[in-house]
């Protein structure tokens, strides 16, 4: 079996063109479903959201890495590709037999990988392979595994804008994730742990690092960065709500800054992020 770069040489494309159609056919009926439930939970939950426009931001980068694809030469390993595919049917069976959402989906973007890597060979899966693998960002976590991490998350934001809070000398106290001001009590609830600005944050750092122009190294670097970022983001979040609780009152926490809270989060997190990527570009 030849590539499309082979096939495009010899000008025998139709082999090829058939089994993409056909495999792309069949991947599209095969996921219908899970790829359904998916779209209804991007639009219908908050912390998802930013799954929205993965997909488009995968596809860009296919687009941008089309001379790549062209000039790949004739891969190997293709036999590699029908053991991913068959990985990855394998969570499908498993997720669709346990009702379990996040196996079922999981198995989307690695049987698409293993699709490519069996029709294509290694030198062509090697291009897609990022921008395919991408779309597991998008993926929402098991509720299991995302309540076992917003908790501890939920403590952390709390203490460190205690912290700061205390710096600034403001009278607080926190129990747990209540922090309680002179005439405001704040929850820090599971929306304000920082795990969607998280999520959110890496996905920036991800899709800047292909237009960033960085070596492999700072681009691990920065996205590295971005999850200290994002946790500084959110505690600012929390700092701006409870000072402005303590020095205007609690209508100003339940207001202006309440209806706002996710755009503060996501400005303080760009500036960060930027500064992240200045600093990178300054060193040698």
């Not at 509720?143 to 403001?170: C, D, E, H, N, W």
């Not at 979040?237 to 209508?251: K, N, S, V, W």
Request: include cysteine; charge should be positive.
């Amino acid at each position: 079996m030849s590539s499309i770069a082979d096939h495009d040489r010899t000008g025998s494309k139709a082999p090829g063109l058939i089994l993409i159609a056909s495999s792309a056919v069949l991947i599209s009926i095969l996921y219908f479903p899970v790829l359904l439930s998916l779209v209804r939970q991007w639009i219908n939950d908050p912390n998802y959201q930013h799954g929205l426009i993965i997909p488009f931001v995968s596809a860009f980068i296919l687009w941008k890495r089309r001379e790549k694809l062209k000039n790949a030469p004739d891969g190997r390993h293709r036999f590699a590709g029908l053991l991913v595919i068959l990985f990855a049917s394998l969570l499908l069976i498993a997720g669709t037999a346990a009702s379990e959402l996040f196996t079922t989906r999981f198995s989307f973007p690695i049987l698409i990988f293993g699709t490519i890597l069996f029709i294509f060979g290694d030198r062509i899966a090697r291009v897609t392979a990022f921008p395919v693998l991408f779309l597991i960002l998008a993926i929402p976590l098991p509720y299991i595994i995302y309540y076992k991490i917003t908790f501890p998350m939920q403590i952390f934001s709390a203490r460190l804008s205690t912290s700061i809070l205390k710096m600034a000398g403001v009278s607080i106290i926190r129990k747990g994730n209540i922090l309680q001001l002179p005439e405001y009590t704040l929850e820090v609830v599971a929306a304000c742990s920082g795990l969607r600005s998280l999520m959110t944050m890496v996905t920036i750092a991800m899709i800047f690092t292909v237009f960033s122009g960085f070596s492999r190294t700072k681009n691990l670097i920065l996205v590295a960065a971005s999850i200290p970022v994002a946790i500084a983001a959110n505690a600012i979040r929390l700092t701006i709500t409870a000072l402005g609780a303590y020095t205007i009152g609690p209508e100003f926490a339940d207001g202006p800054i309440h209806e706002i809270s996710g755009l503060i989060v996501f400005v303080a997190g760009m500036l960060l992020l930027l500064l992240c990527a200045r600093i990178l570009k300054w060193v040698k």
